[in-house]
């Protein structure tokens, strides 16, 4: 059983060497972590900050660029717009597959439960977005829906997606708001912020806790936001000036291994590690 703690918890911090910051951060194992900024390098780290492998063909397009699989193997996308997988070992890169012109695919996720790959893709130029949920043979499945019952467009720019405990798919997208998928795409909810604040959010990275909490940072005010399964405000996290180090959140990632809350910076290579919930 686990609730909220009234106030997080600064638990340690994680020097990654090898990038600027962390836009994004996948979890590997309860040492081990991807972590990529946006100048295409993404690196595995343990938590001591010993570098263990670098890519340097990562896609510098989106943010949220890779992902691991139930084996260990890492996805991601590349430079060419094609989705990737290199081994577990580190040894072996294959092609998954391609996403075809005029889309670039800008986000991914594969799906603990199934494997599937969800994929967050735009139109060159445009503001014309789609989500799509793949097998692994690079085979679409289904199409989101686009639209919501006002007929307004749900994706801007899908920067960063990933899935809850009840099968919903989240959708951070830069351009409009936290947007909640039902796992066949159909659009369940949309957040744009809490109701006293009067900035919109402006989503980054989101992931979801051990609670079916999601979690999302926000770079117009600096803030960890954290919202139940239904789109429900449930607390301001951090504010900028609690983060500790006084830096602006990025990525962001949930170890369900620990129940922690692993932030990065927009400012510097440091992650930090927080606890927010308790037996």
């Given at each position: 059983?686990?609730?909220?703690?009234?106030?997080?918890?600064?638990?340690?911090?994680?020097?990654?060497?090898?990038?600027?910051?962390?836009?994004?951060?996948?979890?590997?194992?309860?040492?081990?972590?991807?972590?990529?900024?946006?100048?295409?390098?993404?690196?595995?780290?343990?938590?001591?900050?010993?570098?263990?492998?670098?890519?340097?063909?990562v896609s510098n397009k989106g943010?949220?660029?890779?992902?691991v699989t139930s084996s260990g193997?890492?996805?991601?996308?590349?430079?060419?717009?094609?989705?990737?997988?290199?081994?577990?070992?580190?040894?072996?890169?294959?092609?998954?597959?391609?996403?075809?012109?005029?889309?670039?695919?800008?986000?991914?996720?594969?799906?603990?439960?199934?494997?599937?790959?969800?994929?967050?893709?735009?139109?060159?130029?445009?503001?014309?977005?789609?989500?799509?949920?793949?097998?692994?043979?690079?085979?679409e499945l289904t199409v989101f829906?686009?639209?919501?019952?006002?007929?307004?467009?749900?994706?801007?720019?899908?920067?960063?997606?990933?899935?809850?405990?009840?099968?919903?798919?989240?959708?951070?997208?830069?351009?409009?708001?936290?947007?909640?998928?039902?796992?066949?795409?159909?659009?369940?909810?949309?957040?744009?912020?809490?109701?006293?604040?009067?900035?919109?959010?402006?989503?980054?990275?989101?992931?979801?806790?051990?609670?079916?909490?999601?979690?999302?940072?926000?770079?117009?005010?600096?803030?960890?936001?954290?919202?139940?399964?239904?789109?429900?405000?449930?607390?301001?996290?951090?504010?900028?000036?609690?983060?500790?180090?006084?830096?602006?959140?990025?990525?962001?990632?949930?170890?369900?291994?620990?129940?922690?809350?692993?932030?990065?910076?927009?400012?510097?290579?440091?992650?930090?590690?927080?606890?927010?919930?308790?037996?």
């Amino acid at each position: 059983m686990l609730k909220l703690l009234p106030e997080v918890v600064l638990e340690k911090s994680i020097p990654v060497p090898g990038i600027k910051y962390s836009s994004h951060i996948t979890i590997l194992s309860s040492d081990r972590l991807w972590v990529s900024d946006d100048f295409s390098k993404l690196v595995l780290a343990d938590q001591s900050g010993t570098l263990l492998h670098t890519i340097s063909d990562v896609s510098n397009k989106g943010h949220g660029i890779h992902t691991v699989t139930s084996s260990g193997d890492l996805l991601y996308l590349d430079i060419g717009n094609n989705i990737c997988r290199l081994s577990s070992d580190g040894k072996s890169k294959t092609v998954l597959f391609s996403i075809k012109e005029p889309l670039t695919p800008w986000c991914i996720y594969n799906s603990p439960s199934n494997g599937d790959l969800l994929v967050g893709m735009k139109t060159a130029g445009t503001l014309n977005s789609k989500v799509s949920r793949f097998n692994s043979a690079g085979k679409e499945l289904t199409v989101f829906k686009q639209q919501d019952s006002k007929n307004k467009p749900l994706f801007g720019i899908p920067h960063y997606i990933t899935e809850n405990k009840n099968g919903d798919v989240i959708i951070s997208d830069i351009k409009t708001a936290i947007v909640a998928m039902t796992r066949d795409g159909d659009f369940r909810f949309s957040y744009r912020g809490p109701p006293f604040r009067y900035r919109r959010l402006l989503a980054r990275a989101v992931c979801t806790d051990a609670l079916s909490n999601i979690i999302v940072n926000c770079a117009t005010t600096g803030s960890v936001q954290i919202i139940d399964k239904d789109g429900k405000f449930l607390a301001l996290l951090l504010e900028p000036a609690e983060t500790g180090l006084n830096l602006i959140p990025y990525g962001l990632a949930y170890d369900t291994e620990n129940n922690l809350l692993i932030i990065g910076s927009q400012s510097g290579n440091n992650l930090s590690v927080y606890k927010h919930l308790q037996k």
